[in-house]
């Protein structure tokens, strides 16, 4: 672990907490509130606010690490892209599809969910990619 590790470590973790608030605060927010039900009330999840942010900041870790340690000597974009693809089908996809099998969440909640957090992971690895591209040799 070095100085550009912990730097994307940071970086990614202000851009995922950043971008779950923009997918689940406010594109997927009328869509919550239609199933209230099935959260607790602002109130009664601000005291959890701390999970929150940790789960963040070990996702962002987790997240950076492991690009950290396979990032080859390729273009900085495609790799992102890709990265980010392969987290948001080992993540994203397969949480939401168990969540609508053991939720009554809506199939079309459900498709929201994994297109805009799959935007999300492509946007989180093309970040980490530029963080961590070689420079050019002359």
């Known amino acids: 672990m070095n100085k550009t590790f912990f730097i994307a470590w940071v970086v990614i973790f202000v851009a995922w907490f950043a971008g779950s608030f923009v997918v689940h605060g406010t594109l997927l927010h009328d869509?919550?509130?239609k199933l209230?039900?099935?959260?607790?009330?602002a109130a009664e999840a601000q005291p959890y606010f701390p999970l929150m942010v940790l789960a963040?900041?070990?996702?962002?870790?987790a997240f950076v690490w492991i690009y950290s340690r396979g990032v080859e000597a390729a273009p900085w974009l495609p790799q992102g892209l890709r990265f980010g693809a392969a987290v948001a089908l080992?993540?994203?996809?397969?949480?939401?599809?168990?969540?609508?099998?053991?939720?009554?969440?809506p199939g079309n909640v459900v498709v929201k969910q994994i297109v805009f957090d799959g935007i999300l992971m492509l946007i989180l690895g093309v970040i980490t990619a530029?963080?961590?591209?070689?420079?050019?040799?002359t």
Do not use: C, E, N
């Open 36 to 41: 209230s039900g099935l959260f607790r009330p």
């Open 56 to 61: 963040h900041i070990i996702l962002a870790g």
């Open 130 to 137: 530029l963080i961590y591209r070689r420079p050019a040799r």
């Open 90 to 105: 080992l993540t994203v996809v397969p949480t939401y599809m168990i969540y609508y099998v053991v939720q009554p969440m």
């Open 31 to 33: 869509d919550y509130m």
